[in-house]
Nanobody, 115 residues
Framework: QVQLVESGGGLVQAGGSLRLSCAAS????????MGWYRQAPGKQRELVAV???????NYSDSVKGRFTISRDNAKNTVYLQMSSLEPGDTAVYYC?????????WGQGTQVTVSS
């Protein structure tokens, strides 16, 4: 079991930046994967960026070059640095963790980008 708590969302103008944080209630070192998804109104939840246990990072094509995922194992925290934000990035952003066959989600944090 793990609890995930996101923070850092908010309202920003197009072209601006935000950093999201996801703090886990236990060590993230051995997680199979950990990262970020988002869900815009009327759309399906989609992958934004994720770390795999092998140490790889995967990004959605729509955010490559603008978003950066990073982690601090000592703080059990994963970050999502979002730059050059666009109105199309408006969504609820969810932290996700996979531990063996179990999938965990945070409560989500709203990101709104105004034009």
């Amino acid at each position: 079991q793990v609890q995930l708590v996101e923070s850092g969302g908010g309202l920003v103008q197009a072209g601006g930046s935000l950093r999201l944080s996801c703090a886990a209630s236990r060590s993230i070192f051995s997680f199979n994967a950990m990262g970020w998804y988002r869900q815009a109104p009327g759309k399906q939840r989609e992958l934004v960026a994720v770390f795999t246990r092998a140490g790889n990072t995967n990004y959605s094509d729509s955010v490559k070059g603008r978003f950066t995922i990073s982690r601090d194992n000592a703080k059990n925290t994963v970050y999502l640095q979002m730059s050059s934000l666009e109105p199309g990035d408006t969504a609820v952003y969810y932290c996700n963790a996979v531990i063996l066959q179990s999938v965990y989600w945070g409560q989500g944090t709203q990101v709104t980008v105004s034009s």
